[in-house]
């Protein structure tokens, strides 16, 4: 009986060890999808104990102790800009300008409490795939986020129309704080270039985001309010954008989409913006 209860004590120490190892780390999940017209670069931060712990003080604004949906937004027009620019895209060594897709988004994973536990922050980036892109070019995503915490790397690619992208996985997952002024540098490389053709959507956008055929158009179509399509979820928040009314050829399910500027009291920010709008055609 005494060696059970010794066990179970040992397991219980191993497993609490184990989770206060990880407590003080950020993981960065990083993802690389490239096609013949775009390179669509996500990124998953996962904020353990300590640093979530941090944030969390950051948004709390009323200092009540809980986190409103309001006050992530608060959080995130504040810093999102800032952070969107501490990512950087090198294709053969020469930088290529990213775009911000959608808006950071954050979610709180269930516990809207200030204090130790997880959360995650996601930012979705493309760019123009190089005309020049062959096989063997590196594709280095370099990233500036939270330098000095410690990381825990994950990292994953793919490539479309019978193109190839391998990951340079680093040897040890977990990484010590990054060093002053530099960045963590995530890489991979060009086996086959993606031929010529349709762009699927990568997998880790929502279903009813823009499909394949729009990726043409993104910069045009990027609207600060959300796509709201007839019996559907409402897709990403898109990055903000300075262009006037567009068209979507057809991110809506059966329906086409057009943006106008409307004024909509729980997205606008201190003007009206352009709103995107499922109506039936």
């Known amino acids: 009986m005494l060696a059970v209860l010794l066990a179970v004590v040992v397991a219980s120490a191993g497993k609490s060890d184990a989770h206060d190892l990880y407590a003080a780390f950020v993981q960065h999940h990083v993802r690389l999808d490239a096609g013949a017209r775009h390179l669509d670069v996500t990124i998953d931060l996962t904020f353990f104990e300590e640093w979530s712990a941090r944030e969390r003080q950051r948004m709390d604004l009323d200092r009540d102790g809980r ?3 309001s006050e992530i937004e608060a ?3 504040k810093h999102g800009s800032e952070f969107a620019s501490r990512v950087k895209l090198l294709v053969a060594g020469r930088e290529v300008p990213l775009t911000e897709l959608y808006e950071p988004e954050i979610d709180l994973l269930g516990n809207n409490r200030v204090g130790p536990a997880h959360h ?19 594709v280095v995503i370099e990233d500036r986020l939270w330098p000095d ?5 994950t990292l994953d690619g793919a490539a479309a129309n019978g193109g190839k992208i391998d990951v340079e996985k680093p040897d040890d997952p977990a990484c010590a704080p990054a060093a002053s002024g ?3 540098a995530f890489k991979f490389r060009v086996v086959a270039p993606p031929a010529a053709g349709n762009q699927p959507k990568p997998e880790n956008l929502k279903a009813n985001s823009l499909s394949a055929p729009e990726f043409t158009a993104r910069i045009a179509s990027r609207n600060s309010l959300r796509l709201n399509g007839e019996g559907e979820k409402p897709a990403h928040r898109l990055a903000p954008s300075s262009s006037p009314h567009r068209v979507h050829p057809q991110p809506c399910r059966n329906h086409e989409c057009t943006c106008r500027p409307v004024s909509v009291a729980q997205f606008v920010r201190t003007a009206p913006r352009d709103v995107c709008r499922c109506v039936q055609t």
Request: proline share 3%; net charge positive.
């Open 67 to 69: 986190i409103a949906r």
């Open 75 to 77: 959080y995130l027009m």
């Open 120 to 138: 995650r922050l996601r930012f979705y980036f493309f760019a123009s795939t190089p005309s020049s892109l062959r096989a063997g070019d590196s």
């Open 149 to 153: 915490t410690k990381a825990l790397i």
């Open 182 to 184: 530099e960045a963590r």
